[in-house]
């Protein structure tokens, strides 16, 4: 390929990978301070987790 000062360029494909599927993130909060133990309030707000 050429331009029109004659300058020459080669190029080759670009391959991109997009990844559709987010991570995968587990939490939990260290203390829940409510009166149920299931109703997740809290005044405690630090949570554990992962994410991958």
Known sequence: MSDA???TATSSAVVY?????GPTVTEALVLDTGT???DHVTAN???SGTAR
């Open 17 to 21: 990978t997009v990844s559709t599927t």
């Open 45 to 47: 707000p630090a949570v």
């Open 5 to 7: 000062a004659g300058n």
């Open 36 to 38: 149920s133990a299931t």
